[in-house]
C-alpha cells in the first residue's frame, strides 16, 4: 500500500478570524526591535515562518537586513525560492552568504559526500562549515539578529521565548514568531500568498539541506524528515546554541 505523505492543512475558520490580532502582534515585535536594533539582521531559512516574517518586515519597510545561506546542498526547489524572494520583494536588503569553498571542499574531500550519514559528529561538522560559519560571518558587525524558530516545531525549541541572549555571538537574539502554532503559520502564508518552497506540496513540511531532508508521512511528527536517522534531541544544526 502507498503511503500518504503529509499535506499543507487548509486554514480553519477559528485560525482564520485569529490572525489578523496576532499578525498585529507580529508586526509590533518586529517594529519594537527595529527601533532598538536598527542593524538587527533576520537569518532566513526560508521556511513558511521566515517567509511571514520576510513579508512583514517588507510590509512595514523595516531598516531589517534579511539573509539566507545557500549551504551548497539546497534543493532545486529551494534554490528558486531564493529567485523568487527577490522578485517579490526587491525592495529589501537581501543577501545570501555561502560556505567557503575549501573549507567545503576539504570536508567532502576527507568524509565523502555521504559523511552526515556516519555520525552525528560529523553531520555537526558539516553543519558547521556550510551553515554556521557563513552565518557568524553574516552577522558581524550586527547588535542583534531574528529567526523564524517557534516552540512548536521540535522538542528542541518547546522554551523558547522572544528575546534571549546569543551569548556565543554577544548580542541580542529574537524569536518574534516563537508562539505562533503551525496552523497560524499554513493560514498566514495562504491567505498573504507568500513565496512559497514547492516542497511544501510534495510532502515536505520541514526543509532543510537537500541529503538531510525527506518527505514525511501523515502519522509522522512534521520534524521527522530532518535528520531521521538520529534521535529526536540532537536534531538541531548548531545554528542557536
Known amino acids: 500500500m502507498k503511503p500518504e505523505f503529509w499535506r499543507m492543512p487548509a486554514p480553519n475558520p477559528a485560525t482564520l478570524a485569529a490572525l489578523p490580532q496576532k499578525t498585529a502582534a507580529l508586526a509590533e515585535r518586529l517594529q519594537a526591535v527595529a527601533e532598538r536594533f536598527p542593524n538587527a539582521i533576520f537569518a532566513s531559512s ?6 511571514i516574517i520576510t513579508d512583514q518586515i517588507a510590509a512595514l519597510k523595516l531598516p531589517l537586513r534579511v539573509i539566507t545561506l545557500n549551504t551548497g546542498k539546497l534543493n532545486a526547489e529551494t ?8 522578485r517579490r520583494y526587491p525592495e529589501l536588503a537581501f543577501s545570501v552568504f555561502e560556505p567557503q569553498a575549501e573549507a567545503a571542499a576539504e570536508f567532502e574531500q576527507m568524509h565523502g559526500s555521504a559523511a552526515m550519514y556516519e555520525s552525528v559528529e560529523l553531520r555537526k561538522r558539516c553543519c558547521q562549515i556550510r551553515k554556521i560559519e557563513p ?5 558581524e558587525g550586527a ?3 531574528l529567526t ?6 521540535s522538542v528542541t525549541r518547546s522554551d523558547l521565548h522572544l ?7 554577544g548580542i541580542a537574539k529574537f524569536n518574534p514568531i516563537f508562539d ?3 496552523d497560524d503559520v499554513w493560514a498566514y502564508v495562504q491567505t498573504h500568498q507568500v513565496p512559497m518552497n514547492a516542497l511544501y506540496q510534495q510532502g515536505y513540511p520541514s526543509i532543510g539541506c537537500e541529503p538531510c531532508t525527506r518527505p514525511v508521512k ?3 511528527d512534521i520534524r521527522a524528515g530532518r535528520w531521521w536517522w538520529e534521535q529526536k534531541d540532537s536534531k538541531e544544526c548548531g545554528l542557536h546554541k
Open 46 to 51: 526560508l521556511a513558511a515562518e521566515d517567509a
Open 79 to 86: 534554490e528558486a525560492l531564493i529567485a523568487e524572494t527577490r
Open 135 to 139: 552565518l557568524n560571518r553574516a552577522l
Open 143 to 145: 547588535a542583534a539578529w
Open 148 to 153: 523564524g524558530q517557534r516552540r512548536s516545531q
Open 163 to 169: 528575546e534571549e541572549a546569543d551569548s556565543a555571538r
Open 180 to 182: 505562533w502554532e503551525d
Open 218 to 220: 501523515v502519522d509522522e
